[in-house]
Structures are given as structure tokens and as C-alpha cells.
């Protein structure tokens, strides 16, 4: 939970004192701080799902219940964790605000009130990648050791410790093609009003995350049904 | 599917594999994927020790379950017997829907719940009170229906004063207790239970007995497994007699039994002399034979009447200190009801020089219900060494008679002993 707190800092060390990377004119620790928090979110989904079936071998064995449970009930358990953490965003969202004076006015805008919708699209990609991951390493466990890999590599394709804006031109359509990239943009432009809003992009993130939803839950289906097997 | 069934089952067959291949990795999947037709990796071996030739489906598979019919109507209470390893976990977990069949298909009517572990879910951090619905959430009750029957949970497992006591400081007994407890408050229309009375002490398994049969009264279908024949043959009316993935006998509860008894006590059929036996083999019990008291051979004893048990030993080295013989007798299930000792009255046999001697038991009335025992053979020394010991050496049928002489003969299941008694 503290994860992301203690990743502010840190990105707000190398890469804003040292690196130097633009932040669009915000206070790195805001400009960090935003991407973070929905990126933990999407980092839970996924990496708490990756290993449901080994994690709860136990108990399959013994008991059946719909297995998907345990998997929708670690998107809503990861949910607590990040309300904390947007506790804090306010806190420092405030301090900026009120008391120590920025040289860029920010704000929040009226993307705000996509923000539930926004958190539903973030879960259903992060669940839609774990239940691919789950059946992966239900079957092969060396796919356990991809999965921290996997989301490590995909963090620095997301703009998190850059803005979008900042990928030259001629990437920006492949940088784009990472469905969070969308997300963590819209994410930070409803927050503070800085980053980009393209109802283009959101659309292909939410028919990815659709995609990939429907595809792992109906992989994860299949494979639950003779899964205690061969774990 | 019938409505009167609860459980329908066609073609039912689990295939399961031996070894590791398909498990492990995709770094192994691909280096075999590669090396495939160069050279056939043998996995786990070609000869499977243990598993019967006829159950082998080909090097690395083999029919856990094999074509398995059967219907169990609705509101009976069945058991599910077999030796260690005759499929009935597997078929339990696949009426359970924890896996799946290979072939073949079940049709199961209503809520099913199966208790195949006793606290499946625990938390040990978790107070016993969390714990409960925790664990009654995992095997299907809502929150409410726990609530409702919470104090009568607690009540049953004995667990009072511990409730809001992490679960990590109870002793073992009492986690189980608790376990059984939560599972037997279930409400479901099917009930499937594996060996799990086994646990707890002797009077929590009674009661655990008592709140099955109370379960079992209210209707509901109950699929029981177990070891203790005693129970099943208490608790079911119907019985299957799982052997080697198929279901071989089924019936009512207590000629299944029999004929589980039958397939486990081969051995019977070894003539007396080649039995398994302990000792130092100086002497052998070989033969027994049973006179009635006008001196006849006969096969089996009646009750209340007298009767003479012949035991023959071979001697093959002679013993140079006098010998002393033990006899016990058990029920059908093993229970010892009675040990019959020469010590007890100051007799032994002394040594001899012949080849063979015979020791006679003289019974003046035989004090045994109707049914079947098992007598348990053991000769020692002076010196207390073991000489021959057979553990349950023969058979003895009780025939029925009017033992008290009323004209009510005493029926099979009322007791065992038969003793003299009146009423005032």
C-alpha cells in the first residue's frame, strides 16, 4: 500500500532532480504520485491474479465454489487500497494547491466525472490480463516468474514518469497502442487538468479491456474445471 | 433425469496421469515439443507398480474411475466403501464439481455440499468466530443463515469460551470440532461427506453420527464414505462397493458390507497353515474343527447351546517349556468382545513329544447373538516369547436360537452378547 507513496519519491528523485524528465510544468511529486496510484491499481489486478489458481490450490481441492470469485474479489479488495492512496494524492493535491506556490495553475476538470467509468476500465484490464496469467501459470510455472517482468516492463511504456506529449512524434502511435497509456493520460488530465483527453484512445482501451476480459474469463472457465488435476 | 433422483451418473470414467508430464513447464513442454521422434521421453516408467494391469490405459495413464452407472434417488442416505485407492475420493470430488469427469457425464439435482476436509479455509490469525463464516461462506451459506445458526454451531463444537480466540491457539481437536461443526448446520439437498468423523474424540463422534442421521431423517441425500463399517451400516440404507475404479456390488448398506468383507478377507481362503502369522514357528495352528455336545462335527455354533472348538498345532521344533494358548474373539468389525486365556485358570501344555497336539475349548452355553466372529489364535511360552500368533485365524457363525427360551429369538442387529438376565 505504501508501494506507490515510497515510488513517488524515488521517481520524484532520479527522474525529476537527476533526469530532469519534463512534467509538464506540475510538481513532479503531484505529476508522479497521479500516474502511480491508478497504475498500482491495474498492477494489483493483474499481478494479484496471475497466480490465483497455485495461490488457492488449497482449497480447490476441497470445496467447489465459482472460481472467478477470487479473482473479482482481489479487483474489489485492491479497490481499499487505492482509496488510501487517493487520500494522500488530496493531501498533497492541497499542500500544492494552498501552500506551496507552483509555477503552473492546475486544476481538476470535468473528467472527473468519468473517473468511476475510468476505474471500472482500469480493473476490467488488469483482471483481463490476470485471468490470462492465471491459466498460463496454472500450466506452466515458469510463467510465475514473467508475470513481475510483464508488469515492470509495461510500467515504463505507460506515461507514468513521462507525459505522453513527451514521446516523439513518430512513437506516439505505438506508445498508444498500450492500453493503459490512455488511461493514465485521461487519469491525470482529470486530476490536474494536464496530460490528454482523446475519446479515441479510451474507446480502443475499453474494447481491449472488453477483449481481453471475455477471452481470460472464458480461458479461466475452461480451465477450472479440471485445474486441481495438475496443480 | 427422473425426479425422484438426486444423483444420475452415465459412463462416468476420470483418467488420471502418472508422472509429470503436462505439468511442469513451458521451457519443458518446449524441449520436448523439440526433441520430439528423436528419442521417446520415458516418463515415470513403463512399469507402475501398485496400479493394476487392468486399470493402465496406455505407459502414463490410468482409469481412476472406469464406466461408472448409477442413480441415487432423492432423500437416501448411501455409502461409499472400498479399499485405500478404489476411486471414492475422486468420485466424491467429481459429485462435487471440484473436477470433472474425463468421460462420460453426472447430473446432480439441488445444493450440493461436500465436506471433504474439515475446515477448508481456516485462518489461523482469524478468531473462531470470523473463522465460522469464513468457512460457511466457502461451503455455501449466506451470512444470514449463519447468523441464524451460529450459537447452536458454537454450541456443538464445544468451543464456547474460545469463540473469539484466534484459531492458531486451538488445539487440534478443537479446530476439527469447529470444522465439523459449521459443515453439519449446512442446509444443503445433497450432503456429501468424506472420512472425516474419524477425527475428534469418541463422544463428538457420536455426535457427529447423531446430527448425520438427523440430516439423513430430514430428507435430505447424503453420500458417506468411510472406513468403519460400523458406521455405514448404521448410518445407510444403500451402499456401494467401490473396487479398482468400478462399482462391483451395490445394494442394501449391510450386504455390500458382507461382500466388502468377502473381497478383503481373501486371505480366508489360504488354508490355516500358510496364513500370515508372528511367532518363532516352533508350533503351527493348522486345523480347527467345532463338536456339538452329542459329540458331531459341525460347521457352526447356536446360541445357548454347548459347543467344543479343536484346535490342531503341528509342532515342527519341540519346546522344551510348557505352552500356554490365548484365544480372541472379535465381531465382524474387529471389535475384540472376549479373551479367552488358560493362563486364567492355571492350565498350559506341557511339552510333548508327538508331532502334532490338540487343544480343546469346552463352551457350556454359547453366549454369542446370531452372526459372525472372528477368532484370533496366539501361543506362547513360559518365557513370554511368541510362538504362533494368527490374527483372526477363523471364522465362527453363530446360528439364531431361542436363547432364553421365550420364543423370541434374540434378531441380529440387537446386540452382540447374549446374557441371562430378568425383570421384576
Partial sequence: MLQPLFLTVVFTLIFGKFAQIPTEGLPPLLFYNSGLIIWSYFSSCFTGNASVFTANAGIYQKVYYPRLINPLSNCISALFGFSIQAVFFLGYFCLYKFIIPTATPFEMTWAMLILPLLILLVASLGLGMGLWMSVLTAKYRDFNQITGFLAQALMYATPIIYPLSEVPEKYRFWASLNPMASVVETFRFALLGKGSFSLNLLCYSAIVAVMLLLSGMFFFKRTERRVVDYL | ?424
Fill in chain 2, 1 to 424: 433425469m427422473d425426479g425422484s433422483l438426486a444423483i444420475q451418473a452415465t459412463n462416468l470414467s476420470k483418467k488420471y496421469r502418472l508422472g509429470t508430464i503436462g505439468i511442469t513447464s513451458l521451457r519443458e513442454d518446449l524441449s520436448r515439443w523439440w526433441n520430439r521422434g528423436k528419442n521417446e521421453i520415458t516418463d515415470g516408467g513403463s512399469t507402475q507398480a501398485g496400479i493394476e494391469h487392468s486399470r493402465m490405459i496406455n505407459d502414463h495413464e490410468f482409469w481412476a474411475l472406469h464406466d461408472l452407472n448409477f442413480e441415487i434417488p432423492q432423500g437416501e442416505v448411501v455409502g461409499l466403501i472400498g479399499a485405500n485407492g478404489s476411486g471414492k475420493s475422486t468420485l466424491l470430488k467429481i459429485l462435487s464439481r471440484i473436477t470433472e469427469p474425463s468421460e462420460g457425464e453426472v447430473k446432480v439435482r439441488g445444493k450440493v455440499a461436500s465436506l471433504l476436509e474439515v475446515g477448508t479455509g481456516f485462518h489461523p490469525e482469524l478468531t473462531g468466530r470470523e473463522n465460522v463464516y469464513v468457512n460457511g461462506a466457502i461451503l455455501g451459506m449466506t451470512r444470514r443463515e449463519v447468523d441464524k445458526k451460529f450459537d447452536e454451531i458454537v454450541d456443538f463444537a464445544g468451543v464456547t469460551d474460545f469463540i473469539d480466540t484466534p484459531i492458531k491457539r486451538y488445539s487440534s481437536g478443537m479446530t476439527v470440532r469447529l470444522g465439523f461443526a459449521v459443515a453439519a448446520h449446512l442446509d444443503p439437498d445433497i450432503l456429501i461427506v468424506d472420512e472425516v468423523l474419524a477425527v475428534g474424540d469418541l463422544r463428538f463422534q457420536n455426535r457427529c453420527i447423531n446430527q448425520m442421521q438427523k440430516i439423513a431423517q430430514s430428507g435430505k441425500t447424503v453420500l458417506f464414505v468411510s472406513h468403519q463399517m460400523a458406521t455405514v451400516e448404521n448410518l445407510c440404507k444403500s451402499a456401494f462397493l467401490l473396487d479398482r475404479g468400478k462399482i462391483i456390488y451395490s445394494g442394501f448398506s449391510g450386504e455390500v458390507i458382507n461382500e466388502y468383507r468377502k473381497t478383503m478377507n481373501e486371505s480366508f481362503s489360504l488354508s490355516l497353515k500358510e496364513r500370515k502369522r508372528e511367532g518363532n514357528g516352533k508350533c503351527k495352528l493348522v486345523s480347527f474343527r467345532i463338536t456339538n455336545q452329542d459329540g458331531e462335527q459341525v460347521d457352526s455354533l447356536i446360541c445357548g447351546k454347548p459347543a467344543t472348538l479343536a484346535l490342531l498345532f503341528e509342532v515342527h521344533t519341540p519346546c522344551t517349556s510348557a505352552l500356554c494358548l490365548s484365544l480372541g474373539i472379535s465381531t465382524a468389525n474387529r471389535h475384540r468382545i472376549a479373551h479367552l486365556c488358560m493362563k486364567t485358570f492355571g492350565k498350559r501344555i506341557e511339552p510333548m513329544e508327538q508331532n502334532t497336539f490338540e487343544v480343546f475349548l469346552h463352551l457350556p452355553k454359547v453366549e454369542l447373538n446370531q452372526g459372525k466372529y472372528y477368532v484370533t489364535s496366539f501361543l506362547d511360552d513360559e518365557s513370554g516369547e511368541i510362538i504362533d500368533w494368527v490374527v483372526d485365524a477363523f471364522e465362527l457363525q453363530i446360528l439364531e436360537s431361542d436363547f432364553y427360551g421365550t420364543g423370541m429369538i434374540p434378531k441380529s442387529d440387537q446386540g452382540v452378547i447374549l446374557m441371562e438376565h430378568s425383570f421384576a
